[in-house]
């Protein structure tokens, strides 16, 4: 079965410090991983995407996401915080034959402090 | 306006009415989903669609119903509104390449729907 996990529902960081979210998943195929980031009542957009090709993702705003199947891991970061990062992140994983559903992770909070 | 539309925005009715949520989009994509969102389950998938009259049931389908006989249409009826379907409902739209791997949902901005 596939799943995805986000080990932490909220992280807290400081403005200028580097953010880690981290996200784990369980695909018995070749997966494809997403992360999308939700501000405060808005829908969804995509931040970055892997899909089999650079291990080493780079997607809007500074963020980045680095594929290691060794781990089962899709961990997203950015060097500097900046107050518009605070959101809800989401991991999300789909496969091929998957007819383009995707499974959600639970999400994690990012706050930025001043 | 080019994109993904939902409607209402907000919502509140009162426990067994039938409600019907709309979406539509633009981009005559294949594929169209609808998710609800509620606080530590992350999104849900309730249906999907994968064209004009294909429809499929997700992770949580009961008491829900849903067409499609337009592309970019998907509504989403709920017959019997109970306080558990108390969410945020969010519509989405995709292309399909690569087996269906590939491609990023494109999400819609809501609707909030209160059942007392």
């Known amino acids: 079965a596939q799943s995805v996990t986000q080990l932490d529902s909220h992280v807290s960081v400081s403005e200028g410090t580097p953010v880690l979210l981290r996200c784990n998943y369980s695909s018995s195929y070749s997966p494809s991983l997403f992360w999308y980031v939700q501000h405060p009542n808005k829908g969804l957009q995509l931040l970055l995407k892997y899909t089999s090709a650079a291990t080493l993702v780079k997607g809007i705003n500074g963020f980045e996401a680095e594929f290691k199947k060794s781990e089962t891991s899709f961990h997203l970061t950015k060097p500097s915080a900046h107050m518009s990062d605070a959101a809800e992140y989401f991991c999300?994983?789909?496969?091929?034959?998957?007819?383009?559903?995707?499974?959600f992770g639970q999400g994690t909070t990012l706050q930025v402090k001043p | 306006d080019a994109g993904i539309t939902q409607s209402p925005r907000y919502k509140i009715t009162e426990t067994g009415r039938q409600v019907t949520l709309m979406c539509h989009q633009t981009w005559s994509h294949s594929y169209m989903f609808w998710y609800r969102q509620d606080l530590g389950h992350g999104l849900r998938l309730i249906y999907y669609?994968?064209?004009?009259?294909?429809?499929d049931k997700g992770e949580v389908p009961d008491g829900y119903v849903v067409s499609r006989s337009k592309t970019e249409n998907f509504p989403l009826t709920l017959e019997s509104a109970t306080r558990s379907q108390t969410s945020v409902y969010f519509c989405?739209?995709?292309?399909?390449?690569?087996?269906?791997?590939?491609?990023?949902?494109?999400f819609g901005p809501g609707t909030r729907l209160t059942v007392l």
């Open positions: 669609s994968a064209a004009a009259d294909i429809t």
């Open positions: 989405a739209s995709s292309e399909l390449s690569g087996g269906g791997a590939y491609n990023e949902q494109f």
């Open positions: 999300v994983v789909s496969w091929t034959g998957n007819t383009g559903k995707l499974i």
